[in-house]
């Protein structure tokens, strides 16, 4: 395909479709959101950590051995990840072993990571 096939030729506005996209279209602080939190799954180093902690929670000695990192590096990126409610820690004892935070958060990583599985 040349670059041109993908460029619009018409001047014609579909007043419909625009105006029913408008009308669901989120506000600007959703769009925001959203945006900070893709951006937050935008580092190599916290996607690893994710992919292990969907496979089970761990504690940060855990992760650090799976990764092959330090304790420092990694709960510098838990921190990251936790303040974004993309996981959350629970205390036992005196471990603390974090977990993605929902369903929804499994959910988004697991479709992201079959896509770009898919497209290989």
């Given at each position: ?94 471990e603390v072993f974090y977990m993605l ?16 599985e898919h497209r290989k």
């Amino acid at each position: 395909m040349s670059k041109n096939e993908f460029i619009c030729d018409c001047n014609i506005i579909h007043e419909d479709v625009v105006s029913r996209v408008l009308k669901l279209m989120a506000d600007e602080n959703s769009f925001n959101k959203l945006a900070e939190f893709f951006k937050i799954l935008g580092d190599t180093t916290r996607v690893k950590i994710l992919y292990a902690l969907d496979k089970s929670k761990m504690c940060v000695c855990d992760i650090a051995n799976v990764l092959n990192m330090s304790k420092s590096s990694i709960s510098h990126q838990l921190g990251t990840l936790r303040r974004s409610g993309i996981v959350k820690c629970e205390k036992v004892g005196k471990e603390v072993f974090y977990m993605l935070d929902d369903d929804h958060v499994k959910e988004v990583f697991e479709v992201g990571f079959q896509h770009i599985e898919h497209r290989k």
